[in-house]
């Protein structure tokens, strides 16, 4: 059945996120719910455009959404100004010399930190992560 979302979450097949007062499917019974785009047919209800008998020219099709950006994790709460420093040293490092491996190298833990403070699992994990982010970030910049 399709709802009306009243929490953020994230589609149980595609990990997209959803936003308070978007269209979702949902199963009585089920944990989590699907977005549009991902639902099982049994969820949409036979009003869907999937569940409707196909069109003359072909089976209809679910009108696909536009881009979708994830809310920020609970964990940036507060955090504004970490992230803004790591962005002032991502450019700092870009505008550096040449990139050896060992930089290479540092760059893709770098990064890995920086995804893992933007979701983490929880949020003890990501204020973990971004504490070493900064650190790997000033250490590349400094290089």
């Given amino acids: 059945m399709i709802i009306t979302s009243k929490f953020d979450s994230k589609c149980k ?5 959803t936003r308070v007062g978007d269209q979702v499917a949902w199963l009585p019974g089920e944990k989590g719910v699907w977005c549009t785009d991902c639902a099982p047919d049994e969820a ?5 455009p999937r569940q409707a008998a196909p069109a003359a020219n072909g ?5 696909p959404k536009g881009p979708q950006l994830a ?4 964990v940036l709460n507060g955090y504004a100004p970490y992230f803004k420093a790591l ?15 060992e930089m290479e190298k540092a760059w893709a833990r770098y990064t890995k930190l920086k995804a893992l403070a933007m979701n983490p699992g929880v949020p003890e994990e990501g204020t973990a992560a ?10 590349l910049a400094v290089r």
Avoid: F, Y
Avoid at 59 to 63: F, K
Avoid at 71 to 74: G, I, M, Q, R
């Fill in 59 to 63: 089976p209809a099709r679910a009108v």
């Fill in 44 to 48: 949409l209800g036979p009003s869907s």
């Fill in 13 to 17: 097949a595609c990990h997209r996120w």
């Fill in 71 to 74: 809310p920020p994790p609970a």
């Fill in 130 to 139: 971004l504490r070493q982010a900064l650190i790997d970030a000033v250490k």
């Fill in 87 to 101: 962005v002032a040293l991502e450019a700092a490092i870009i505008e550096a010399a040449e990139v050896t491996p």
